[in-house]
C-alpha cells in the first residue's frame, strides 16, 4: 500500500482576520510588476515607494478568479505599465502583503477586488 501526502500552503486556507488587519486600511500607488490570474485568489505584484523613497514589491491578494470574473474583471483589465491605487488591508505581521479592496484604475474608474464573503465570515470572530 502506497500513501501519497500533499503539501498545501497553509495560507491557503487562512482566517483573513487573523493575517490582515482592518483596521489600519491603507493605499498603495505604484505599478504593476506581475499579475498571477490563479486559484484560490488572483495576486498582484506592485512596486511602491516607501516614505523614505525605497521601492518595496508588494504581495496584493485579490478575490478569486470567478468572483473577479463576475465582477467583469478579467486579463485585459490590468497590465504591466501603468499606474495603479489599491486599497488594502496589509497583513499583520507588517511584510509587504495585503489583500485587496479596491482597485482604481489609471481612469479613475474603481473595481472591488475584495473576496467580501471571506471578510463577512472572519468579521463573526
Do not use: C
Not at 482592518?22 to 504593476?32: I, P, R
Not at 485568489?41 to 508588494?58: I, L, Q, T
Not at 477586488?113 to 463573526?124: N, T
Amino acid at each position: 500500500m502506497t500513501i501519497i501526502v500533499l503539501s498545501v500552503p497553509s495560507w491557503a486556507h487562512h482566517s483573513v482576520s487573523q493575517i490582515f488587519n482592518a483596521d489600519k486600511a491603507t493605499t498603495l500607488t505604484g505599478v504593476l510588476t506581475k499579475i498571477e490570474w490563479i486559484n484560490p485568489h488572483m495576486s498582484v505584484f506592485m512596486d511602491v515607494k516607501d516614505a523614505s523613497g525605497k521601492v518595496v514589491n508588494w504581495h496584493i491578494e485579490f478575490a478569486p478568479l470567478n468572483t473577479l470574473s463576475a465582477k467583469g474583471i478579467d486579463k485585459k483589465t490590468l497590465d504591466l505599465v501603468s499606474t495603479y491605487v489599491i486599497d488594502v488591508w496589509p497583513a499583520r505581521n507588517g511584510s509587504a502583503y495585503a489583500t485587496g479592496r479596491t482597485l482604481t484604475l489609471p481612469n479613475g474608474r474603481k473595481l472591488d477586488v475584495a473576496d467580501s464573503l471571506y471578510w463577512q465570515s472572519s468579521e463573526k470572530r
